[in-house]
């Protein structure tokens, strides 16, 4: 048996003693991914990065006898740190852990003192970028595993993949998990860190994931800027032609996406889930973002609000060009207007038809005859948990009330991660535990992002807690 006050002594002396100290040195390395950074491997960053990592791993590995590390590199692509760890149990097939090493760009709007590469210590919280997503990941689940071997608690063989790609959208991973098939086997359980929780007082089980279709739309009614007073109500507005394409996709008053074949069915199991989180989390769903005063949300029914993000397709624009800004702009009717479009899509849409869709949506008919072009970039499927099988859900209760002093919650997410759509069809037995530290106002991806240390040492004693019941659910 598990001895739970051991493990919170053993979990918490290593984040201190040595997982924070880590981390502190990781948020300063700028290893972007490489849609933001295409001169990465020339940058060495990303090098830097793995090298801290593996430093820190075979300090641990040396309390895991039989465990192993290989720095992964093929050809062209980001390197990918793999490690197997020996079954001390009789479960004689595998666990898959996951996580990832690269980070999003700086962003704009860090708080004074504040940056993404300068860590920063305040109280609980760790600033910085990456930290929350998604550098703590390899530190939680080696030191999950060396709490058992402190205790002698058995478990199955473990695999752990880091890889460098995610922010990219993993589009390095299933070349590296196929040149490793053979040695990552079929698990069983796939544990991936890198979700996000709905507070920080329990819990949260990841049940879906949104896809993604980023793509870019142009609008173009000019060869060359002309004065404005010259050629308004004579020549059509490129912003003008953009906002009217765009109605064709959004309901403006209401932020609804128009075609039917955007969106899916939504399971009953998850709608109720969806109540149950809304209840939990109430105002919160909403009250943890930095809304400007008087800013109001979407809907006033929470539950539609957590089905919003997690089950309904949403559009954001996510860049702009083709006008300068206002201090510099003069009378000018601009020759285009081009904007960088990013469409959430539910978790069981078949995310590989809708660049086609929406290439035809917006392209077809132009109003004044402008030329628009649509450039649809790879889109990413979402995904929906397989059910939980009762020992799963029965370690997740235990486990929760273990670390946390309450139930887990159960709720989808409304980002995605490429990795889990893959791993799902490529092992549909396999149980799934999809958790994270990103919490309110952790604020991944944004200014100001950081890493809820008291989260990241629970979810570390959450995961020893699975890998022992996985275990000790094996047939003897």
């Known amino acids: 048996m598990l001895d739970g006050a051991k493990l919170k002594a053993f ?8 997982i924070v100290p880590a981390l502190v040195d990781y948020i300063k390395i700028p290893n972007k991914s490489p849609a933001f950074d295409p001169d990465w491997a020339a940058h060495g960053y990303m090098d830097d990065a793995v090298a801290l990592f593996e430093a820190w791993a075979r300090r641990c590995l040396a309390g895991l006898p039989g465990a192993t590390l290989d720095i992964v590199r093929l050809p062209g692509r980001t390197p990918l740190m793999f490690f197997e760890v020996p079954a001390t149990g009789k479960a004689a097939d595998t666990v898959l852990l996951y996580g990832h090493l690269d980070k999003q760009p700086e962003m704009v709007g860090w708080a004074d003192g504040y ?21 703590y990941a390899m530190f939680g689940a080696l030191t999950a595993l060396a709490a058992l071997r402190a205790q002698q608690v058995p478990h199955a063989r473990c695999v752990i993949v880091i890889e460098a790609c995610e922010e990219s959208g993993s589009a390095d991973l299933p070349f590296y998990i196929d040149h490793l098939g053979d040695r990552i086997g079929r698990p069983s359980l796939v544990v991936c860190l890198d979700s996000g929780c709905g507070n920080y007082d329990q819990l949260w089980m990841t049940t879906s994931l949104r896809g993604v279709a980023p793509g870019t739309l142009t609008v173009e009614v000019l060869r060359e800027g002309v004065h404005s007073g010259d050629a308004s109500g004579v ?9 009217q394409l765009l109605s064709r996709l959004e309901d403006e008053a209401t932020g609804a996406i128009r075609p039917a074949a955007l ?41 539609e609000l957590v089905l919003n993000r997690t089950w309904r397709p949403q559009l ?18 601009l020759p285009y207007t081009t904007g960088k479009l990013s469409l959430r899509l539910p978790p069981t849409l078949d995310a590989k038809t809708v660049g086609a869709i929406l290439k035809q949506l917006l392209e077809a008919d132009p109003p004044y005859g402008a030329k628009v072009t649509y450039t649809p970039q790879t889109a990413s ?47 549909p037995a396999a149980q799934f535990v999809v958790t994270g530290v990103l919490g309110p106002q952790s604020n991944a991806h944004g200014p ?20 022992a019941d996985h275990d000790a659910r094996a047939v003897p």
Not at 235 to 243: A, D, L
Not at 316 to 333: E, I, K, Q, S
Not at 393 to 421: H, N, T, V
């Open 115 to 135: 940056g993404p590469w300068l860590p920063r210590l305040e109280g609980d919280k760790l600033y910085g970028r990456g930290g929350a997503d998604d550098g």
């Open 316 to 333: 954001a624009l996510t860049g702009f060009d083709g006008a300068p800004t206002p201090r510099d702009a003069g009378n000018v009717l």
């Open 235 to 243: 020549v059509p507005s490129s912003f003008r032609i953009f906002r």
């Open 11 to 18: 979990v918490d002396q290593s984040w201190g003693d040595s």
């Open 448 to 467: 100001n992002e950081f890493l809820h240390l008291p989260t990241g040492r629970r979810l570390t004693q959450v995961i020893a807690q699975v890998l």
């Open 381 to 427: 499927a979402g995904w929906n948990a397989p059910a939980l099988a009762p020992w799963l859900e029965a370690a997740l209760a235990r486990a929760s009330a273990a670390a946390f002093g309450a139930p887990p919650a159960y709720m989808g997410e409304g980002g995605s991660i490429p990795f889990m759509a893959m791993l799902g069809a490529k092992f």
């Open 263 to 303: 969106y899916a069915q939504v399971p009953a199991e998850r709608v109720e889930q969806a109540k149950r989180a809304a209840a939990a989390l109430g105002d919160t769903l909403y009250t943890k973002f930095p809304l400007v005063d008087g800013t109001r949300p979407m809907d006033e029914d929470p539950t």
